[in-house]
């Protein structure tokens, strides 16, 4: 996992370069149990 700044209220995760998350796309911050869900799988 790499933290990378960014601006415009962008809050995206990534595993291995695959966006799992996107604060953009859903307008709220991700729940830790989702985001430990979606690396999981």
Do not use: C, H, Q
Request: hydrophobic fraction near 40%.
């Amino acid at each position: 996992m790499e933290l990378v700044p960014a601006s415009g209220g962008a809050f995206e995760i990534t595993v291995n370069r695959e966006k799992i998350y996107s604060k953009l796309e859903t307008r709220r911050y991700p729940a830790v149990e989702d985001v430990i869900a979606r690396m999981t799988k």
